[in-house]
């Protein structure tokens, strides 16, 4: 409390807001550009906002792989009653996962590029770092001979 007091880290108020607004359910949403990722990239900046869309997506993508995992538990214990090492579904459950995992890099690598491109971050999206200069440096910019 004490530092709050000295030198406030946020306006509570606008960060209660934009709190509510990350938590605020919404079930109907199919994917692509979120509005509620916005007021956290005002607020927060881009960095903070590239882990929440990311954490959305992630979530919102593990929907096909538990529906699956379970269908295919749900077969194995149910129908053929065998343990998961005499399954012979579960090889391709793996490749099925495999595949679900190269096509999520996809469609995140996809997601990231238009939350890059409408934020102005392309040029750094690639490593999320977004690049600072320091104001009281002096000196002259060199390249490194050690890297």
Request: proline letters at 5%; glycine letters at 6%.
């Given at each position: 409390?004490?530092?709050?007091?000295?030198?406030?880290?946020?306006?509570?108020?606008?960060?209660?807001?934009?709190?509510?607004?990350m938590?605020?359910?919404n079930?109907?949403?199919?994917?692509?550009?979120?509005?509620?990722?916005?007021?956290?990239?005002?607020?927060?900046?881009?960095?903070?906002?590239?882990?929440?869309?990311?954490?959305?997506?992630?979530?919102?993508?593990?929907?096909?792989?538990?529906?699956?995992?379970?269908?295919?538990?749900?077969?194995?214990?149910?129908?053929?009653?065998v343990?998961?090492?005499?399954?012979?579904?579960?090889?391709?459950?793996?490749?099925?996962?495999?595949?679900?995992?190269?096509?999520?890099?996809?469609?995140?690598?996809?997601?990231?590029k238009?939350?890059?491109?409408?934020?102005?971050?392309?040029?750094?999206s690639?490593?999320?770092?977004?690049?600072?200069?320091?104001?009281?440096?002096?000196?002259?910019?060199?390249?490194?001979?050690?890297?």
């Amino acid at each position: 409390d004490l530092i709050d007091v000295v030198t406030p880290l946020h306006f509570a108020r606008e960060r209660d807001r934009v709190m509510q607004l990350m938590l605020k359910p919404n079930p109907w949403r199919t994917g692509g550009i979120d509005a509620s990722i916005m007021p956290i990239y005002r607020y927060y900046g881009s960095q903070c906002a590239y882990y929440f869309a990311w954490m959305d997506c992630y979530t919102r993508s593990l929907v096909f792989p538990g529906v699956a995992g379970l269908a295919l538990y749900a077969y194995r214990t149910i129908v053929l009653q065998v343990s998961v090492d005499d399954c012979p579904y579960t090889p391709f459950f793996g490749l099925l996962m495999f595949l679900w995992g190269v096509f999520f890099l996809r469609y995140w690598e996809r997601c990231e590029k238009r939350y890059a491109w409408m934020w102005g971050t392309y040029a750094t999206s690639e490593t999320f770092i977004e690049i600072e200069t320091r104001a009281n440096f002096k000196g002259t910019p060199r390249v490194s001979s050690i890297t």
